[in-house]
């Protein structure tokens, strides 16, 4: 029976959620698995994967083949790294004790290469939102002004208003007599 590292999909449409698992090459894609290694969530940023080195790298002893992306997540993880030092051991080129210096150190760089781009992401997340509340402060600012700018130019247009209902009422009171007057004159 050939053994496979694949994943098994789970999660709802559009929002895919995988198991790693090791399971019989004959066996559906989400099938039957002879055991369950970790997880990987692609929907996050960086991708969450939690994967059990130990157990990936037996099953790699034993002759299990990962699929492509499987291999691509055992290798991000480390547990193909792992595997060739462990082969290296099981040939006398270095120690037990070596191997798993090795495997701590590029663990630990692995690690710090992940928290600075997720310390990256933020900072461009922070940067993105502090713009974005630049220009609305901006676009307020703009929109204040043109209110202003209406209430004055409304002031404005009110006083010319009153000054020409002014010299209308003016007009007004002035031809009123002589009006009067010329009605005095056609009555007499």
Do not use: C
């Amino acid at each position: 029976m050939s053994v496979k590292i694949r994943l098994q999909r789970h999660g709802k449409k559009g929002k895919p959620f995988y198991w790693v698992v090791a399971a019989d090459a004959r066996s559906k894609r989400d099938g039957r698995f002879l055991e369950k290694l970790g997880t990987y969530n692609p929907n996050t940023n960086p991708a969450t994967i939690d994967l059990n080195i130990e157990k990936a790298a037996q099953w790699l002893h034993n002759g299990a083949q990962p699929t492509d992306t499987a291999r691509a997540i055992l290798s991000y993880k480390g547990a193909l790294l792992k595997h060739h030092l462990d082969g290296g051991v099981r040939k006398g080129a270095l120690t037990q004790e070596q191997a798993d210096a090795k495997l701590a150190a590029w663990l630990e760089e692995k690690a710090n290469k992940v928290d600075a781009k997720k310390a990256g992401l933020s900072k461009a997340e922070a940067d993105a939102k502090a713009k974005a509340l630049k220009a609305e402060q901006e676009a307020n600012a703009k929109r204040i002004a043109a209110q202003a700018e209406a209430a004055k130019a409304a002031e404005a247009t009110e006083e010319v208003a009153e000054e020409v209902t002014e010299e209308v009422v003016e007009a007004a009171t002035e031809e009123a007599p002589a009006v009067e007057e010329n009605n005095e004159e056609t009555q007499a």
